[in-house]
């Protein structure tokens, strides 16, 4: 018996596909979803809603590790020259998952308006025995057509569907974080103080790199451009499509 097995980040793009495939292709699909520990709180009550409106529990896939539990682990915090965080966190649950389930369909939230390169690290592998489909591009779906669909069933989406302490996301992100979870916020802080690393490169402003320096400035009411206006997935071009789906 085939497996059908659904990517869910919880994403504008993977929810929007999701729903839709309950409708137009009813079967017994598996919804798997792959947490990092490191999600805000909108996150999880997101994926709860999701349960309520498909009807069923999502499935939960790790590597038995969390985003902190790594970052102690490797005394290293991820950057965007080492990604491990979602190969390790997401990437490699998924691909095991598949493996254990064949034969599988693996259907993935792509759209038919992106481009073809932007399949990089969303496609996890060419796997025998798994087929794997893109909806929302067999449909014809563009962002437009998401947020419709979106808008019709009642859905909002959080607009953060990523690690809390993503070291691609924005200025202004970083101060909504301080502002709003000031705990999650500190324990970054501790991270990168007990690793001696930064989540933040040097080169990206002229704000200082540390989370410490940056949270004394935040402090004195230097508030970034941009702070607190999240843009739900737009303004962070280089964010991980794998987090944002």
Known sequence: MTTHI?????GKDSTAMALRLAEVEPRDYT???????????????????????LGQSLTVLTSGHSLSGLIKKQNALPNWRMRWCTRVLKIEPFNAHLMESRPAVSYVGLRADEPEDVRRGTVFGNVDGITQRFPLREWGWTINDVWEYLDTKGVTIPARTDCARCFFQTLGEWWWL?????ETYQ?????????GHTFRSPQRD?????????RREFEKDHIPKGAGQLDLMGGRPNMCRVCSL
């Open 178 to 182: 301080w502002k709003n979870n000031p």
């Open 31 to 53: 919804y798997a979803i792959t947490p990092t520990g490191d999600e805000l709180p909108e996150m999880f009550a997101h994926w709860k809603l999701l349960e309520d409106l």
């Open 6 to 10: 659904v990517a869910l980040s919880g």
């Open 206 to 214: 002229t704000w200082p790199t540390s989370l410490a320096d940056l």
């Open 187 to 195: 324990d970054a802080e501790s991270e990168e103080e007990s690793t």
